[in-house]
């Protein structure tokens, strides 16, 4: 498979350094403005540098691709996705895929109108906490799920561009929480009430803070709250059923039935303790895959 890398910010170089090392795939073609990007693949990969290109326009008119791999700033990616998808390229893009819902609606219609599939690259889905949860719930450890829960705190710093814009939760940790939810349980959004904030000491311009109410199909109810100013990092996610409760810290699971008034570990469980590098990389080795 032929591939276009659109952007190589810090998650861009990660993509195409993946794909070099995968001999299913090639890279054939680059595309950032940024001269420092340039330099850093002609270091790295030579055989990319008759290949690179400033707009996406001209990639797509003069190499031969099959996909594109789409990771560059969040206001441009929608417009790149349905571009790639107009060529006739299969397209993989970095969440958010779009900047609005508006936006979204353009790139889907895209990969419908032309036949090529978009993917949204989702590496949450794939870590062991995920599968895990996925599977207690399916086999029915917690019986007909009715709420869920879910809360995490960060300490962020706004050190880069995308950080410093608005609504920075939910560009940056949200998505991630959101589609955990959808996989473990396998439902999707019916409707949605959020508001976003920012304390009184964030550094952030706007948005810090999302809280949301999510209806889920089948009844289910998500309760949310996210922040990227908290004294420290920690995650907790419950999920409520009529036969009892499943809870996780992302490094350990619980379980407590119904009636109960403490929760048990989930001895049978596999939550390796691999640091977050490590389990970006197996994601993004299964999205590719």
């Known amino acids: 498979m032929k591939i276009i890398h659109v952007g190589l910010g810090m998650r ?14 090639r890279s054939v073609g680059c595309v950032d403005p940024d001269p420092a990007a340039q330099a850093w693949a002609a270091s790295r990969f030579p055989k990319l540098g008759a290949a690179w290109h400033t707009r996406i326009d001209d990639a797509l008119a003069n190499v031969k ?29 970095e969440r958010p895929f779009a900047a609005s819902l508006a936006e979204a609606v353009r790139v889907l219609d895209a990969s419908r109108r032309n036949g090529r599939p978009v993917m ?8 062991s906490c995920e599968r895990a949860l996925r599977g207690l719930v399916r086999n029915g450890r917690v019986g007909v799920v009715t709420h869920v829960s879910c809360v995490d705190r960060r300490r962020h710093r706004p050190e880069t561009d995308f950080m410093q814009g608005g609504h920075a939760q939910l560009l940056h940790a949200a998505p991630d929480h959101f589609d955990s939810v959808r996989s473990i349980l396998g439902l999707n959004p ?16 706007h948005g810090s803070t999302s809280e949301a109410i999510v209806e889920m199909e089948a009844g289910v109810y998500v309760q949310y709250h996210g922040s990227l100013t908290s004294g420290r990092d920690e995650h907790s996610l419950w999920i409520d059923g009529d036969r009892g409760t499943l809870w996780t810290d992302r490094a350990h699971v619980w379980w407590r039935k119904r009636g109960w008034p403490l929760f048990v570990p989930v001895l049978a469980l596999n939550v390796d303790a691999l640091d977050a590098a490590r389990r970006t990389r197996r994601g993004m080795q299964a999205l590719l895959a």
């Open 12 to 25: 861009g170089r990660r993509w195409l350094a993946l794909v070099n090392e995968r001999p299913a795939f």
């Open 65 to 93: 691709a099959d996909a594109a791999i789409i990771a560059g700033p969040v206001p441009l990616r929608a417009a790149q996705a349905v571009a790639a998808l107009d060529a006739g390229l299969s397209v993989m893009t």
């Open 120 to 127: 949204v690259a989702q590496s949450f889905r794939f870590e």
């Open 190 to 205: 019916v409707s949605v009430f959020a508001r976003c904030t920012k304390a009184a000491w964030s550094p952030y311009r």
